[in-house]
């Protein structure tokens, strides 16, 4: 079995391209290798250069693969149409240009389930109309990138979106074939959600193409569920915490992943405050000799 351990741009806070707080391209790539990892995903599309030649010199410059791509937008809303296909085409073809596999698609936070991140029994339910359309959308992306691009795409659950809890991941994935739609899977964000992230994998490891390795904080959780705080305030007070200092078995994650033969990439994801963490890449270190010491190469 081969499992490769990579990281991503949120790790140093980059969420949007456009945020003036983002650290450098280049110093991000820097970073991720002298942390030990041998790929990255691309963050938001822009953040990156979209020129291929301009991105895969620096990308070999560091030893680095391009693993995978999100696309970060509100599928949720059918007046973003226009934006989610920018989002999508761009990252495509980003993708393709340098042989990377992974399309990841999540819903970004909607306000109508902003307060309710980490609260499945209050949150706002799609009515049909609304939901089959928006199960639409996600499966127009997915036949798109898997059979136009050649991508593995997988659909991402995310707090605050209306792809958030386990019953609505597992209705859509029971709506759009497998062949068009995997799981890529992030821990974190699972147990943010309020459910056990080892017992979903072992029901669905099958459909798993692709992880995210996140940490949750318990008492952070618990305290900005019972306040209602906002995804990105929740970050910003550390909710995602290193690996193996929250609640995630990760020694069980990585057993279901072994029995399961399962091979391909696992990328860590820390999402933080870009100014808030004071050292993203002792951060970055320390989750790969985590992973390392838990049996990881």
Partial sequence: MTIRIGNAPCSWGVEFADDARNPTWQSVLKDCAEAGYTG?????????????????EALAEHDLALIGGVVFRPFHDPGAWEDVM???????KALTAHGARHLVLIDSISPRRAPTAGRAAEAEQMDSAEWNAYRDRIGTIAKMGAEEYGLTVGIHAHAAGFMDFEPELERLLDEIDDSL?????????????????VAFMQRHIGRISYMHFKDTDPAVKADVIDKRTGFYDACGQGI????????????????VLLDAG????????????????????????????????????
């Fill in 40 to 56: 990255i995903e691309l963050g938001p599309v822009g953040f990156m250069p979209e020129d291929p030649v301009q991105l895969g």
């Fill in 86 to 92: 920018d989002g999508s085409v761009r990252t495509c």
């Fill in 181 to 197: 739609l995997k799981i890529c899977f992030d821990t974190g964000h699972h147990s943010y959600a309020g459910f056990d992230p």
């Fill in 240 to 255: 995602f915490c290193n690996l193996g200092q929250g609640d995630v078995d990760f020694p069980a994650v990585r057993q």
């Fill in 262 to 297: 399962f091979e391909g990439w696992c990328t860590v994801e820390q999402d933080c405050d870009p100014l808030l963490d004071p050292d993203p890449l002792g951060d970055a270190r320390a989750n790969r000799e985590y992973l390392e010491s838990i049996g990881f190469q």
